[in-house]
């Protein structure tokens, strides 16, 4: 079956850079016509996109991060990277990484999620 896993630190300083991994199993990033996303759901809120990249490694990002974020991808590893620059305290959220089917920021439409994992931005 497909499994998703995200890793990287859980602790990260202010403006530093936020980096982490979603390890992809069970099927190919290169998958037509997957698209591969990082959702975040900060403390009392809702889950938000941030990103994604699809399956020929073309990338969108959330307009209000998107001067501080880079999805990036390693086929061979068949993993996607999510970085995000420059962080504060309002970065501290869970992330998750997801995989649809198609193009959307909707997270009822993914197939796939990874587990989540907490990220807190402090000194």
């Known amino acids: 079956q497909v499994q998703l896993q995200e890793s990287g630190p859980g602790l990260v300083k202010p403006s530093q850079t936020l980096s982490l991994t979603c390890t992809v199993s069970?099927?190919?990033?290169?998958?037509?016509?997957?698209?591969w996303a990082w959702f975040r759901q900060p403390p009392g809120k809702g889950l938000e996109w941030i990103g994604h990249?699809?399956?020929?490694?073309?990338?969108d990002y959330s307009s209000s991060l998107e001067s501080r974020i880079t999805i990036s991808r390693d086929t061979t590893e068949n993993q996607f990277t999510l970085q995000l620059n420059s962080v504060t305290p309002e970065d501290t959220a869970a992330y998750y990484c997801?995989?649809?089917?198609?193009?959307?920021?909707?997270?009822?439409?993914?197939?796939?999620w990874g587990q989540g994992t907490q990220v807190t931005v402090s000194s």
């Open positions: 990249i699809n399956y020929v490694g073309r990338t």
């Open positions: 069970g099927t190919s990033i290169t998958r037509h016509y997957y698209y």
């Open positions: 997801g995989g649809a089917p198609y193009e959307t920021a909707v997270k009822d439409e993914y197939d796939y």
